[in-house]
Nanobody
Framework: QVRLVESGGGSVQAGGSLKLSCEAT????????MGWFRQVPGKGREGVAS????????DYDDSVKGRFTISRDSWKNTVSLRMNSLKPEDTATYYC??????????????????WGQGTQVTVSS
């Protein structure tokens, strides 16, 4: 079992920045590919960014490329998402997720078995 705890989020005006953090704890020595997803009411979870355990490969949805940066210390199950130049359409509940092993470019929500509780990000115009 893996427990994910998110922190950060909040409200900001368009053009502003926020940082989300997530720590995964488990009862084994596995390393996890970690991802960030977001969801608005009435829609499914959308992949935002993911990063493999070594931290050497990251992937982003086209809607956030150049604005968001996912990062982690190599081989540590703690990940951050730096969000710059935020837009009102970035408003959503953001979730941290984890999947065991190295899964480069994995942004499909249904592939991730472990999820955090979510944190709200609101961007006003």
């Amino acid at each position: 079992q893996v427990r994910l705890v998110e922190s950060g989020g909040g409200s900001v005006q368009a053009g502003g920045s926020l940082k989300l953090s997530c720590e995964a704890t488990s009862y084994n020595d596995n390393f996890y590919t970690m991802g960030w997803f977001r969801q608005v009411p009435g829609k499914g979870r959308e992949g935002v960014a993911s990063i493999i355990p070594s931290g050497t490969v990251a992937d982003y949805d086209d809607s956030v490329k150049g604005r968001f940066t996912i990062s982690r210390d190599s081989w540590k199950n703690t990940v951050s998402l730096r969000m710059n130049s935020l837009k009102p359409e970035d408003t959503a509940t953001y979730y941290c997720a984890a999947i065991a092993g190295s899964r480069p470019w994995e942004l499909r929500a249904n592939e991730y078995p472990y999820w955090g509780q979510g944190t709200q990000v609101t961007v006003s115009s």
